[in-house]
């Protein structure tokens, strides 16, 4: 497991809504350049979305970690947000606090984390109210079939 065979660092910018999404396209195409099986690139580049999107909504800045090893991929999204109150809360499909302009371009529909959970192999989210948010996921990469 501790064979990393890349890793890449993404800066995220909150609020930053025209370059929303940029760091998890960027994340599928560096995984399409290193061959990895495209159903684990398409739930990666997915959960890697909510994530980005989270950070651009509901934070100042952070950042989304990609490391790829033999075996899986894991994402950590680091941040300095205001943190989540009640994680159990947030991760219930529906539920959001995003205020009225945020829904309007779209977002907002409490789907963000669920999703990550679906995608993912593995979740774990760890906030400090006030200081900031961790989410990271792992997604794990089958063996190749012959
Ligand atoms: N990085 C974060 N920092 C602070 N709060 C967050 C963060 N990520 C999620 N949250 C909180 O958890 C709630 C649920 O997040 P989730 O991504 O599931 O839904 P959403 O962002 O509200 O809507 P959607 O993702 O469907 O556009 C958010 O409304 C917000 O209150
Ligand atoms: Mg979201």
Redo the contacts with the bound molecule.
């Keep these: 497991m501790n064979d990393l065979l890349y890793s890449h660092t993404y800066q995220i910018q909150g609020r930053d809504f025209e370059h929303g999404g940029e760091a998890s396209s960027d994340i599928k195409e560096a995984l399409k350049r290193m061959g990895i099986n495209p159903q684990v690139i398409k739930r990666t580049a997915i959960a890697s979305y909510?994530?980005e999107?989270?950070?651009i909504?509901?934070?100042e800045k952070?950042e989304l970690l990609l490391e790829v090893y033999p075996k899986m991929i894991r994402v950590t999204?680091t941040?300095r947000?205001?943190?989540?109150?009640d994680?159990e809360?947030?991760?219930?499909?529906g539920?959001?606090?995003?205020p009225p302009e945020?829904r309007e371009m779209?977002?907002?529909?409490?789907?963000?984390?669920?999703?990550?959970k679906k995608n993912a192999d593995r979740l774990l989210i760890e906030?400090h109210p006030g200081k900031?948010?961790k989410?990271i996921f792992e997604i794990d990469i089958p063996n190749a079939s012959v």
């Design positions: 909510e994530a999107m989270n950070i909504v509901y934070t952070g999204a941040d947000g205001p943190g989540i109150e994680v809360l947030a991760m219930k499909e539920y959001s606090t995003a945020i779209g977002f907002g529909s409490g789907m963000g984390l669920p999703n990550i906030s900031g948010t989410v």
